[in-house]
C-alpha cells in the first residue's frame, strides 16, 4: 500500500499558543489586582467596574478558559494531528474555532465588569454567551471527531481517550448548568431554585475542574511527557484503569462543596464516599505520569521543560490528596469558607495547569519553528520564580485558612464566642494577604519572562509547515494480534462506541444524585412563613448579584454552635425555595448574611455601603457610592415578576401590572425612615432596593440571634 503525504495544521497550533500567553497574562493581572484589594481596597480605583466582586468572576474566567482553554486546544490540536497521522478535519472549523473562542473571552471581558452575570461560580456568562459556547464547542466537537475518523493510526492512543471524555462531559455540564429563563438580553434567572439549583451548580463547578482542568491535561500528560523525556508510558494497563475509574467516580463527588448546608444529607454522604474513592484513580495518574521517568532522571536536571512537567505532576498529586481530605466532614467543617480552600485550588491551579502549560509552551514553540529556544537561562528563571510564586501565594493561603477556621470557632471558658466580631478575623490575616500578592506577582513576572522568551524564539524563525508520510488505514483487513481482540484494544478501534461509552458512565452519577433531589417532594420540605421577594426586594436581590456580593458573603448558616451563636438560627431548606438563583457563597470574606435582615437599621446600612469603615473599622469592604448616585432601573420590574410566574413563585395573577406601585411604596418608606435619621436620599435610587433586599434576609423564619457589636 502507497504511502500518503500530507502536512500538519501548525498554524492553529500556534495561534491557540500565542492567545494563551495574551490571556495569561491579562487574567493573572486580574488575579494579583483582586489579591491586592484585599488588604488594600482603594486598589479598586473607586471605580464601580474594578470592585472585587465584579472583577473577581473576570479573574476564573479568564484563567479558566481564556488561559487553560487556549492551551488545552492548542495541545489537544497539536498532539491528536501527530497521534492519528491526519491533519485537522477541516481548516475552516478550525479559524471559527479560534476566533469564536476568543470573542466569548471579549465578551466575558466586557460584561462581567458592566454586572451581568448569572452568579454560578465558574458559569458566570449570561445566556446569549452561554449559546455561543454551546456552539463552539460544537465546532470543536465535529473538528475532533472529523479528525478521529479520518486518521491513518488504527487505535486510539490514552491521550484521545482523555479528550473524548472532555469533550462529552463538559457538553453535559455546560447544558445542564444553563437552564435559564431569560428576562433580557443579558438578564436570566436560572430555572433551579435553592437547593436544587446549589445541587446542579456544584455537579457543575466541581466537574468544570474535572473535565477542563483536569481531564484535558491528563490527557496532555500522557501525550507530552512521553515525548519530552523520550520514555513510553510506564504503564498501558494502569492507564485504562486511570481513566475509567477517574471519569466514573469523578461525577459524583460533587456535594462535597455544600457539607451542612440545608442539601440533603444523603446526598452529601455521597459526596463525601466518591471523593474518598477519588484518591486511587488520581494518584493512579500521577503514579503513571512520574514513572514515565524512570531512568530519565539525568535529563529532567539538564531540561528545564521536564522540570516544570514534574512539578505540575506532583502538584496534581498534591491537589488530588487534599481534596478528598478536605470533603471529610470533620476537616470541611474547619476549611470551608476559608482562605484554605484558596490555597487548595491555587496548588492545582498555579502548579498542575500552569506549570504544565509551561512546559508544553517550551516544548512545542521550538519544535513548531524548527529552533532553538531563544534562551535556557530565561527559562530556567521562570521555573525557579514561578515555583517560588507558588510557594508564597499558598503557604500563607493555608495559615490564613487554617487561623480562620480556628478563630471562628473558639469558645472562652465560659463558652462564649472568643471572637463574635467577625472583622477580627480579617485583620489577624492582612499579612497573609500581603505574602500572597508578593507570590502572585512572583508568578505573574516569570509568565512575562516566557512570553519574552517565546516571542524571541518565534522572531528568530518562521512556523514551518510539517509535512509528512503515513500508510492509509486499511479497514478492511483485521488484526492477527490477539493482544487486539482484547476488550480495549477493540473499544479503541471504535471512537462513537468510546464516545457512547464514556457518556454513559458519567451520566450515572450525575442522574442517581439529582433525580431524587427533583423528583422527591419531602426532600425539600415547604414553608409556610416563606414568601416571595417584593418587587423592591427581587430588585435589590439582582443588585446584590450585580456587584458580586456574594464573591465575599455566603448566605447559608451550618448547624454549629459557633455560626448559631455568631448568626442565627441555622439555614433551612425550604427558606430557598424562591431563590433564582440560589447565593449560598463558597468564601467568607466578609460575615455571613443569611440572617442579616432586620439587625441593624436602615441608616447603618446606607453608612455602611457609603464607607464601609464607618460602620465597621478597618473593613477592607469598599465603598458603593454609585448605588447613591444610579437610579433603579424599574422597567424590568414587571418582566422579572411574570419570570418568578413562570418558574412556580407564587404571585398572585396581576400582579405584574401593579408590582411598580407596590415597589414605590415599600421605597417611599425605607427614604422616610432615612430622612428620620438625617440622610436625604431620593426613594428611586438604588441603593433603597438593596437596603429592602439586605433588610428581607432570613426574617421569614425567626431566628434566635445574639445581639452583635455593631462594629461586625
Not at 479520518?150 to 490514552?158: D, P, Q, T
Not at 484494544?489 to 462513537?496: G, Q, S, T, W
Not at 464514556?502 to 419531602?522: A, D, H, N, R
Not at 456587584?547 to 425550604?574: D, L, M, W
Request: charged share 15%; with cysteine.
Amino acid at each position: 500500500m502507497q504511502l500518503e503525504k500530507f502536512t500538519y495544521d501548525n498554524k492553529i497550533v500556534r495561534n491557540f499558543g500565542i492567545a494563551t500567553i495574551i490571556w495569561g497574562i491579562i487574567g493573572m493581572t486580574v488575579g494579583l489586582l483582586i489579591a491586592l484589594q484585599l488588604f488594600k481596597p482603594a486598589m479598586n480605583m473607586g471605580n464601580q467596574y474594578t470592585t472585587f466582586g465584579r472583577i473577581r468572576p473576570l479573574h476564573t474566567n479568564a484563567v479558566i478558559f481564556a488561559f487553560v482553554g487556549n492551551a488545552i486546544f492548542m495541545g489537544v490540536y497539536y498532539s491528536l494531528q501527530r497521534l492519528l497521522k491526519a491533519r485537522t478535519f477541516s481548516d475552516t472549523l478550525s479559524k471559527i474555532h479560534f476566533w469564536g473562542w476568543q470573542l466569548i473571552i471579549v465578551s466575558a471581558v466586557i460584561t462581567l465588569p458592566l454586572g451581568f452575570t448569572s452568579s454560578h461560580e465558574y458559569a458566570e456568562l449570561e445566556w446569549p454567551i452561554d449559546i455561543a459556547i454551546t456552539l463552539i464547542w460544537v465546532v470543536f466537537g465535529v473538528n475532533m471527531f472529523g479528525t478521529i475518523f479520518k486518521r491513518r493510526e488504527r487505535h486510539l492512543y490514552v491521550a484521545i481517550w482523555f479528550y473524548i471524555a472532555t469533550f462529552v462531559t463538559i457538553a453535559v455540564l455546560h447544558i445542564v448548568n444553563s437552564f435559564q429563563l431569560p428576562i433580557s438580553f443579558l438578564k436570566s434567572y436560572y430555572v433551579f431554585a435553592g437547593v436544587q439549583d446549589a445541587l446542579v451548580q456544584w455537579w457543575y463547578g466541581h466537574n468544570a475542574v474535572a473535565f477542563f482542568l483536569t481531564t484535558p491535561y491528563l490527557g496532555m500528560m500522557y501525550y507530552f511527557l512521553p515525548k519530552m523525556a523520550n520514555r513510553p508510558v510506564y504503564s498501558y494497563k494502569l492507564s485504562i484503569l486511570h481513566f475509567w475509574s477517574l471519569i466514573f467516580i469523578y461525577i459524583w463527588a460533587g456535594p462535597h462543596h455544600l457539607l451542612y448546608t440545608s442539601l440533603p444529607g444523603w446526598a452529601q454522604s455521597v459526596g463525601v464516599a466518591f471523593s474518598i474513592m477519588l484518591i486511587a484513580p488520581s494518584w493512579g495518574g500521577m503514579i503513571n505520569g512520574l514513572l514515565t521517568l524512570r531512568g530519565a532522571w539525568d535529563k529532567v536536571r539538564e531540561d528545564v521543560t521536564l522540570k516544570f512537567m514534574v512539578v505540575a505532576i506532583t502538584a496534581y498529586g498534591m491537589a488530588t490528596f487534599e481534596g478528598p481530605m478536605l470533603s471529610l466532614k470533620q476537616i470541611n467543617a474547619v476549611a470551608h469558607f476559608t482562605d484554605w480552600i484558596v490555597a487548595h485550588v491555587h496548588v492545582g491551579a498555579l502548579g498542575w495547569n500552569g506549570f504544565l502549560t509551561f512546559g508544553i509552551m517550551y516544548y512545542l514553540v521550538p519544535k513548531l519553528y524548527k529552533t532553538e529556544l531563544y534562551s535556557k537561562k530565561m527559562a530556567s528563571f521562570h521555573f525557579w520564580i514561578g515555583t517560588l510564586g507558588i510557594l508564597f501565594y499558598a503557604v500563607p493561603m493555608y495559615w490564613a485558612g487554617f487561623t480562620q477556621g480556628l478563630m471562628w470557632k473558639e469558645f472562652t471558658a465560659e463558652g462564649l464566642l472568643k471572637y463574635p466580631n467577625f472583622l477580627t478575623t480579617t485583620l489577624q490575616i492582612i499579612p497573609m494577604h500581603v505574602l500572597r500578592g508578593i507570590g502572585g506577582a512572583m508568578y505573574l513576572l516569570g509568565v512575562i519572562v516566557m512570553a519574552i522568551n517565546l516571542g524571541k524564539t518565534m522572531l528568530r524563525a518562521k512556523l514551518v509547515d510539517e509535512t509528512v508520510e503515513a500508510m492509509p488505514l486499511a479497514k478492511e483487513i483485521e488484526s492477527t494480534d490477539p493482544a487486539d481482540k482484547k476488550w480495549h484494544r477493540v473499544l479503541e478501534r471504535k471512537p462513537m462506541k468510546f464516545m457512547v461509552l464514556s457518556l454513559i458512565v458519567i451520566l450515572i452519577g450525575g442522574m442517581v444524585e439529582m433525580m431524587p433531589t427533583f423528583t422527591i417532594e419531602s426532600n425539600i420540605p415547604t414553608i409556610a412563613a416563606v414568601k416571595p421577594y417584593s418587587p423592591l426586594e427581587l430588585q435589590g436581590r439582582d443588585l446584590y448579584i450585580r456587584e458580586g456580593c456574594v464573591n465575599c458573603h455566603t448566605q447559608t448558616i451550618r448547624p454549629f454552635r459557633s455560626e448559631t451563636e455568631r448568626y442565627g438560627e441555622y439555614s433551612k431548606a425550604g427558606e430557598f425555595v424562591y431563590d433564582h438563583p440560589f447565593l449560598w457563597g463558597s468564601k467568607r470574606t466578609g460575615p455571613d448574611l443569611h440572617r442579616i435582615g432586620g439587625k441593624y437599621s436602615n441608616a447603618w446600612h446606607f453608612n455602611h455601603m457609603v464607607d464601609p469603615t464607618s460602620m465597621s473599622p478597618g473593613s477592607i469592604m469598599p465603598p458603593y457610592p454609585w448605588l447613591i448616585e444610579q437610579t433603579l432601573d424599574v422597567s424590568t420590574t414587571p418582566a422579572k415578576i411574570r419570570a418568578m410566574q413562570t418558574l412556580g413563585v407564587p404571585y398572585r395573577d396581576g400582579f405584574a401590572s401593579e408590582a411598580n406601585d407596590k415597589l414605590k411604596i415599600q421605597a417611599d418608606e425605607i427614604a422616610k425612615d432615612l430622612k428620620q435619621n438625617n440622610i436625604n436620599v431620593k426613594s428611586d435610587k438604588e441603593i433603597i432596593a438593596l437596603i429592602a433586599y439586605l433588610q428581607r434576609m432570613g426574617t421569614d423564619i425567626k431566628a434566635n440571634r445574639m445581639t452583635i457589636p455593631s462594629n461586625q
